[in-house]
Every structure is written in structure tokens, then in C-alpha cells.
């Protein structure tokens, strides 16, 4: 995965954050919670998209494990001067990339809950199967003998 997809993850938490409204508290829904979606037929994927799917869910956690020591340097003080303003800055720096809604925080959840996902989506590309293959039978019923 290229720096520029990395680059579009960080401005898509970013935008998702922002689209926030402040008396309004957006969920997404856990790998778990997703998968238990799948597992009851909230939603089904067919092969092929649930593969490209899959595909870029496995894309992202590859870029994240490779930069890993990279981006969690975020979490550290930025070597700045001693100054009560240099100071300051280091410390808003780090608590912006560590707070709950901080860069490193998400790429955090990012990195627990994507691999979640994916098996929530390889249930429910099997979902799918099991639906299109019984609507398959259904219908070769009705084929003239």
C-alpha cells in the first residue's frame, strides 16, 4: 500500500471526526458486532466484492504493521526548544495524536478491529453463497419438467 492510501486513512478519520455533530455520538460497529450482522443475514457480500473487500481491508493493515514503529513515534515529544511555548506545543502535539480522538489512538482501533472485519465479511460472502444457492433450488423447482 502507498504512503498516498496511508495519507487518505489519516484524512478520512480525520473528515469522519469532523462530520461528528457535537450533541450527536456516531458508533461504528465493532468486528464483533459486525460479524454477529453477518452471522444473522443483516448483510450478505457476494464473492467478488467481498474479495475486493478483503483485498483493501488486508492492504491497510499491511501499510499500518509496516510503518507501525514509524507512526507511534506520534505518541512521543517532538524535540523542540525548552521554551514555555515549545513546551506547550510538544505537549498539545502529543495529546492530539494520543487523545481519545487522536491519530495514533484510531490507527490503534484501526489495526484491533480491521482483521475482525474481514472475517465479519468472510461470513458474509458464505451468507450469500448459502442464500443465492437455496434461491437457486427455489427456482429450478419451478423449471418445467
Not at 66 to 83: Q, T
Given at each position: 500500500m502507498s504512503d498516498d492510501n496511508v495519507e487518505r486513512l489519516a484524512r478520512l478519520s480525520a473528515e469522519l471526526s469532523k462530520q461528528q455533530a457535537p450533541t450527536q455520538t456516531a458508533r461504528m460497529l465493532s468486528g464483533t458486532e459486525l460479524k454477529q450482522l453477518a452471522e444473522r443475514g443483516g448483510f450478505a457480500v457476494d464473492e467478488t466484492t467481498g474479495d475486493r473487500m478483503i483485498s483493501a481491508l488486508e492492504d491497510i493493515i499491511d501499510a499500518l504493521?509496516?510503518?507501525?514503529?514509524?507512526?507511534?513515534?506520534?505518541?512521543?515529544?517532538?524535540?523542540?526548544?525548552?521554551?514555555?511555548?515549545a513546551q506547550w506545543v510538544t505537549q498539545h502535539t502529543v495529546n492530539t495524536a494520543a487523545d481519545d480522538r487522536g491519530l495514533l489512538t484510531q490507527l490503534r482501533r484501526a489495526r484491533e478491529e480491521l482483521p475482525q472485519y474481514i472475517e465479519a465479511i468472510r461470513v458474509a460472502k458464505h451468507r450469500y453463497a448459502e442464500t443465492e444457492s437455496g434461491t437457486r433450488t427455489t427456482l429450478d423447482g419451478f423449471k418445467p419438467a
Open positions: 504493521n509496516e510503518r507501525w514503529a514509524e507512526l507511534e513515534k506520534l505518541s512521543s515529544p517532538p524535540p523542540l526548544s525548552i521554551s514555555a511555548t
